[in-house]
């Protein structure tokens, strides 16, 4: 097995958003702002190399939508999906399956593109399987008034009517053994019902990929939790239980939003679960 981080852009969020009811003056010191409140935030995608599978965890926003949606998001640096792809010696077609560890825009709007015509959508990945969960799905395609606006129809049903939509199963509790894909899956339902976090097992070490669960090191206090979050309090007692977790079995923390920290470590402290290392993906994975 093979990993390789694939940046697919970087952008920015306001930092009161990413950090819920936690003051300005605490969440700076990991995370500065601008002049507009806003903070650095990348779309660290992650390839997976295993025989003849090639794996790509999330997307990225992607290239398809409006000025106007993208002059939100004030986008940043030159990095590119099809770059970081090609800086390893791969193409979009080289890629078996794109695993998404849920629906919002930022993660999986780089599964789908404009058809040449640009009259219609088609699969960025014409040989890859597209993987969510049924329950995700079903509350990603029918969204609350609250997400309705990160679930964008043209980045998810295009995967359905391509026919290359596929399923993981459901654990029974927390964690689905086992995967078909090869790593095990963490379900948690504080950011979105049903998101997915990839552990894999790698060289005797396990690398999480965080998505929204740990968006950047600055999150690691239990309290600071984002204000896209759909079950705040739910989050707590999940971040809580998989920080443990990681600080008793030294996981590997891969951190897809943090612009500057790549990989961490974490420890047990007096105040809880705090950094311990950081790691660059080149580090770790050579």
């Not at 029974?172 to 979105?192: P, R, W, Y």
Request: aromatic letters at 12%.
């Amino acid at each position: 097995m093979k990993l390789y981080p694939i940046n697919a852009g970087n952008f920015k969020l306001d930092g009161g958003a990413m950090f819920g009811v936690v003051p300005k003056s605490l969440w700076t010191r990991t995370n500065p702002a601008d002049n507009n409140n806003m903070i650095d935030i990348a779309a660290r995608c992650l390839l997976i190399e295993n025989g003849d599978r090639l794996i790509l965890i999330d997307t990225g926003m992607g290239n398809k939508q409006s000025e106007k949606f993208y002059g939100y998001y004030f986008l940043w640096g030159d990095d590119s999906l099809d770059k970081s792809l090609a800086k390893y010696g791969f193409h979009r077609d080289d890629v078996t399956d794109v695993f998404m560890t849920h629906l919002h825009f930022d993660h999986c709007g780089g599964s789908i593109q404009w058809n040449k015509e640009k009259t219609g959508y088609q699969p960025a990945f014409k040989k890859a399987h597209f993987w969510s969960n049924e329950d995700h799905w079903h509350w990603a395609t029918q969204p609350n008034r609250r997400e309705q606006a990160s679930f964008l129809k043209e980045n998810i049903l295009p995967m359905e009517e391509s026919g290359q939509l596929k399923f993981t199963g459901l654990p029974e509790q927390k964690v689905l053994k086992n995967s078909l894909l090869g790593f095990d899956i963490f379900f948690a339902d504080g950011h979105t019902d049903k998101q997915m976090i990839p552990m894999i097992n790698y060289n005797g070490k396990t690398i999480c990929f965080m998505a929204d669960l740990l968006p950047t090191a600055g999150h690691l206090p239990l309290p600071f939790v984002m204000g896209y979050d759909t079950r705040p309090l739910l989050t707590l007692d999940e971040k809580e239980l998989f920080l443990n977790k990681a600080a008793d079995h030294n996981y590997y923390l891969f951190l897809e939003h943090d612009a500057y920290n790549e990989i961490i470590t974490v420890k047990h402290t007096e105040k809880g679960v705090r950094l311990d290392e950081v790691f660059t993906c080149n580090t770790i994975f050579n």
